[in-house]
């Protein structure tokens, strides 16, 4: 009963989870899993091999540079945010304790190293201790292991400035470290060294507060002779008092080996939703490490029926869960679109949370962490993801007050980038004149809220802002708020008002109406973002994904549009990669001008569909995937952004994809396996086969939707939903009749 109950809160998935696979699945996909995978990242961020259950709190990785890095420098009992920092650090250690032990990093061995999603192990060569981890949702398990004849040692310390804490009581530790300047993280925890908690007998414990600045060091000194000590903790957002309390929720009764054997069984269940069959390993094992990053985040921060939020500042109790850390620029394309269909019931939760911070701050966010709306890149594409899970019959959240929400974003708040707050002198001429104005190479900022590196990406807040004002009108459609919706329907299309008839990009122009004269390769400085953002205007030429036939008309029909595609992937960079890539980092993962490593290009290789010769999708994803996402430590082409690129990742070795969330629909692509069965909440399966699919057999040659020819390469979400079999004939060459 214990179990059961866990595992159902833990998983999220009501009781179809528990009931659903309880029938008997005897194929385990665990063995496919390897959070190293892409951890040496192409010129930015790594991925981090991540231990947690799915979207809860505890998320655990061992601090260092990358896989390459051999030094481990510390160990935190989690992650607060993806890439914004993480609380209380621990080290072993077997040496003299000093000042300045516990800067000293550690050697660790790649090939004794275990990392797992439920389970993590490495060996410390220098002191000849092994540490082992397993995590809870608001709880984890250490065991070190120290070598015979030692006096071993447990080192604490803080990554943030604070008032930060530690107290011992010889049974009990707490703790507290203040987060992102505000935020009080509490800690309590016990300490194992006989099989039972308790006092360390004739062993030394010491508090020690360090010299320098406001961080606090701790260290508890064991028994000479001690070779294991167990570290059960707790963490809380809330207070002291909850951290204890979730420790007792979760960890009274279990061992590590109990909590250990609950973690993988968790992770079995939910790697059971899918199952493939065919494929190389390699591929299994790029398809289900990506699938186990897309549960990384959002994450699950309810403690009994009530959490912290930073968009207030305040504890709220609340019947729902409440959820945050998600990045909606990387996250509204493939990422939300995939929970949508996996787990409804957590999207809607998640769907709610974004309506409660609202509630709390007066802003729908667009990057929510635990500090609030954390202000990063542009446009406000929470609205597409509300809109995404409405039409797809998400409806059990507070639908008309995420509209209020929205509307107060489009019409009131700012769209400069990495800027939060009410609307500027920018917004309002956009609003009257269908743009955002760009400046002249050299001509100096007028608007003081641009950001002094992130400029203001004109043409990228242009782009994005016409997708979400669709977003908008589509819903206040379906609410049947008819001025609302021709308003933003107008709006939606505003970005006509920066396309170049005789250049044929999507170009800025000054505050007079006058065209810019750029290269549209590598103008606009770091990152392109005087006009674009992260990308340049060969990737922005297609951010029209919500109105791709208007696109089609203005390129001039479709046989140009795929021309443009075609050129798309064969330009050259016009420059060394040196200096390209110098000015643009995260346009990694190359083909041509086509970027795998960015968000903005996952639905490019889709757009094939949209003309007479689809085949040319198929051969473009299974390459792509074949480069770009590889079994290996170098397994993701760019910022993989906490599940919103591994979310392309799977959805596209599925074969299929949401090219323009907010509408139901799929387009098909190629499937890497010969099977796929998603098993879904309503206890329906939906199965796509592909007969004779291989490495060499990428080609629709035909199809079939439940028996019946399928004359198209696009099906609705309600077929999905529904249940039934999608079925494939795939061949070594291009079917160039079937579109």
Not at 39 to 53: A, D, F, M
Not at 171 to 196: A, M, Q, R, S, W
Not at 321 to 338: E, M, V
Not at 578 to 600: K, R
Request: one cysteine or more; a neutral charge.
């Amino acid at each position: 009963m214990r179990l059961a109950l866990f595992l159902k809160s833990a998983l999220s998935f009501s009781l179809f989870a528990l009931s659903f696979w309880a029938k008997g699945q005897s194929v385990s996909n665990l063995q496919y899993i390897d959070p190293r995978i892409g951890n040496v990242g192409q010129l930015l961020e790594p991925t981090r091999p991540l231990t947690h259950l799915p979207n809860q709190l505890i998320r655990f990785t061992p601090q260092r540079k990358d896989n390459f890095d051999d030094q481990i420098s510390s160990f935190p009992l989690t992650l607060v945010s993806h890439r914004l920092g993480q609380v209380f650090a621990i080290k072993p250690s077997v040496k003299p304790v000093n000042a300045a032990l516990w800067g000293q990093p550690q050697t660790w061995d790649h090939d004794l190293e275990t990392s797992l999603p439920w389970f993590y192990s490495t060996y410390l060569i220098d002191e000849d201790i092994t540490l082992d981890f397993t995590p809870g949702k608001k709880t984890g398990i250490f065991r070190f292991s120290f070598p015979a004849g030692t006096e071993p040692s447990i080192l604490f310390s803080n990554y943030n400035n604070g008032a930060n804490q530690y107290n011992f009581s010889g049974k009990e530790l707490t703790g507290i470290e203040v987060y992102h300047n505000d935020i009080k993280v509490f800690l309590y925890g016990k300490f194992n060294i006989t099989g039972t908690p308790g006092t360390f007998e004739n062993g030394k414990t010491e508090i020690r507060n360090s010299i320098s600045g406001n961080n606090t060091k701790a260290f508890i000194r064991f028994p000479k002779g001690t070779t294991q000590v167990n570290f059960q903790y707790a963490i809380s957002f809330i207070s002291p008092e909850q951290a204890e309390k979730n420790f007792n929720n979760e960890l009274k009764g279990q061992d590590f080996s109990s909590m250990q054997q609950l973690a993988r069984q968790i992770w079995d269940r939910t790697f059971s939703q899918i199952q493939v069959e065919g494929g190389t390993t390699a591929q299994k094992r790029s398809f289900y490490t990506s699938l186990y990053r897309c549960y990384e985040r959002m994450v699950d921060i309810t403690e009994d029926g009530s959490y912290y939020s930073g968009f207030d500042k305040q504890v709220h109790k609340d019947d729902r869960t409440f959820y945050t850390d998600d990045w909606a620029w990387d996250t509204y394309l493939a990422h939300h679109p995939l929970r949508i269909i996996l787990n409804p019931e957590q999207e809607a939760d998640m769907m709610q949370s974004y309506v409660r911070m609202y509630q709390q701050s007066g802003w729908m966010p667009t990057f929510p962490v635990l500090f609030g709306d954390h202000a990063c890149m542009n446009g406000f594409h929470s609205s597409i993801s509300i809109l995404d899970a409405y039409r797809k019959g998400i409806t059990n959240f507070d639908i008309n007050t995420a509209y209020e929400g929205m509307k107060k974003n489009a019409t009131d708040a700012t769209m400069i980038p990495w800027v939060n707050g009410p609307k500027t002198s920018l917004d309002d001429f956009y609003y009257k004149n269908g743009y955002f104005p760009s400046l002249h190479p050299g001509e100096k900022e007028t608007e003081p809220k641009v950001h002094h590196f992130e400029k203001r990406q004109a043409v990228a807040i242009s782009l994005g802002h016409c997708y979400d004002d669709w977003a908008l009108s589509a819903l206040a459609s379906d609410l049947n708020k008819k001025d609302d919706a021709a308003l933003f329907l107008k709006r939606s299309k505003y970005y006509t008002n920066l396309w170049h008839p005789e250049k044929q990009f999507f170009l800025p122009k000054d505050d007079k109406g006058n065209w810019i004269d750029i290269d549209p390769k590598f103008s606009g400085g770091p990152g392109g973002r005087d006009y674009y953002d992260e990308n340049n205007g060969y990737t922005y030429l297609w951010q029209v994904q919500q109105d791709i036939p208007a696109l089609i008309e203005l390129m001039g029909g479709k046989d140009k549009f795929e021309a443009r595609l075609d050129n798309l992937f064969r330009e050259g960079l016009g420059r060394s990669k040196y200096e390209f890539w110098a000015t643009f980092p995260d346009h990694t993962g190359n083909v041509g001008q086509f970027s795998m490593g960015n968000e903005p290009s996952f639905h490019i290789p889709y757009l094939y569909n949209y003309t007479n010769s689809p085949w040319k999708t198929q051969k473009r994803i299974r390459f792509l995937l074949d480069a770009w996402f590889g079994d290996n430590v170098f397994g993701i082409p760019g910022d993989e952004d906490g599940g919103g690129m591994s979310a392309f990742a799977v959805f596209s070795a599925m074969g299929f994809y949401p090219v323009t969330p907010g509408t139901p629909m799929y387009t098909i692509g190629s499937p890497l396996f010969s099977k796929i069965t998603i098993r879904l909440t309503n206890g329906k399966q939906f199965i796509l086969k592909a007969n004779h699919a291989s490495v060499v057999n990428k080609y629709i040659q035909k199809a079939k939707l439940n028996g019946k020819p399928l004359h198209t390469l696009w099906f609705s979400h309600q077929d999905l939903i529904n249940g039934g079999i999608l079925e494939l004939e795939m061949g070594p060459k291009p079917n160039k009749l079937f579109n």
